[in-house]
């Protein structure tokens, strides 16, 4: 395990490798976008406003997938006052809302002055699914990932909608992923039920079946293939900045964790909307050796607003925090007894990276 010389990324992180430098990936792409001429995706965006806009008559011309986030804002923010798009929004709902999350959800409606379709999934089959892969894959949230990006298919092909716009493109943003086939990528995530080599059939049992998982799986790719749909990233268009979206975002009323940051983070903006999410998060620290405080101070320091030294030392401030505030609504929604659910902490830790110091675990290469 090593991490990278500029941020504080280890490449432990899937898609991640340090050059011969000792130079990320990740900071490689953030390198690159400096060199694209956002102005002129700027204008490609327009363009392809300019040609939806009013095509499909009466109905919606974009649908835009919302959380009620910072970057949901920003997203419904750009369709609708921007591009003067008549935009519906859709959330599929999580099921363990905070009052934030909710809160905010209500304000993109109300600010932007839009429709939004919330798809609340059976809690039964949702249950099931987080929970097995909670015990098998050590990443309950698979099924919220699957759910949202069949589900947002599911939507934008019952209401005939032209045009979906997603946010960021995870892979570029993070995985150092450089491929400018962004815009193509965004099209698999409307037509491709793979997530992680999955598909929700593993999960088929007696109440997990194909009538119980209809916003687990995508409508016919043909179908969709036929209409034209068009899938984007905002991403690939505008440059992408996580708080320069929640200043724009908390100017038409989106507030953050009243409370403040959840232990091992460093921002009260990121992710807050609701509270099973934390733990799935945490578990990249078992399996990969850096989670949340990693993700936030590699942010800061991509768009300059945090020396690697600042860093290092919050990361080791932070990192060994155990998310604990929600741990209690986990165990009990997915009815998990708690001395359960630390013994699939254990078989999720990569020994590789952890041993014991002192009587407590650690990680076997510092940051510094
Ligand atoms: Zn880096």
């Not at 490449?11 to 001429?37: F, Q």
């Not at 034209?228 to 200043?247: A, C, I, P, Q, T």
């Not at 909307?273 to 945490?282: A, M, P, S, T």
């Amino acid at each position: 395990m090593k991490y990278c010389s500029r941020c504080v990324m280890p490449d432990t992180k899937p898609g991640v490798h340090l050059d011969p430098e000792g130079i990320c990936s990740a900071c490689r792409s953030v390198e690159k976008k400096k060199n694209i001429d956002w102005q002129e995706r700027a204008d490609q965006l327009r363009k392809i406003c300019d040609e939806i806009r009013g095509s499909n008559g009466n109905g919606y011309d974009c649908l835009v997938p919302v959380s009620g986030g910072k970057d949901s804002h920003y997203q419904v923010w750009m369709m609708k006052a921007v591009h003067k798009m008549n935009v519906l929004a859709v959330c599929i709902v999580p099921h363990l809302q905070t009052a934030e999350g909710i809160a905010n959800l209500n304000n993109i409606v109300s600010s932007f002055n839009i429709d939004l379709i919330k798809v609340s999934l059976r809690p039964g089959v949702l249950k099931r699914i987080r929970a097995k892969a909670f015990f098998e894959m050590g990443e309950p949230n698979w099924a919220d990932h699957c759910s949202v990006f069949a589900g947002v298919a599911r939507v934008a092909q019952m209401y005939r909608v032209p045009m979906v716009l997603w946010g960021e493109d995870i892979a570029v943003e993070f995985g150092g992923k450089t491929s400018d086939k962004r815009v193509a990528s965004a099209e698999d995530l409307i037509r491709n039920d793979l997530i992680k080599d999955k598909t929700v059939e593993y999960f088929f049992d007696d109440i997990v079946n194909a009538s119980s998982t209809v916003f687990y799986k995508h409508p016919p790719k043909e179908e969709l293939l036929s209409r034209n749909l068009r899938s984007v990233y905002l991403s690939y268009y505008h440059n992408w900045d996580g708080y320069k979206h929640y200043e724009l975002s908390h100017k038409f009323g989106f507030q953050g964790r009243a409370k403040g940051p959840l232990s091992g983070n460093i921002l009260d903006y990121d992710n807050i909307d609701e509270k099973l999410c934390e733990i799935n998060i945490w578990f990249k620290f078992l399996k990969f050796g850096f989670w949340r405080p990693t993700d936030q101070c590699c942010y800061q320091i991509w768009n300059g607003r945090m020396t690697r030294e600042e860093a290092v030392k919050l990361v080791n401030q932070k990192q060994y925090e155990f998310p604990g505030e929600y741990l209690k609504e986990f165990l009990e929604y997915h009815s998990i007894a708690e001395k359960e659910f630390w013994s699939v902490v254990e078989k999720f830790r990569n020994l590789d990276i952890w041993h014991k110091v002192g009587g407590q675990w650690r990680l076997k290469f510092p940051l510094e």
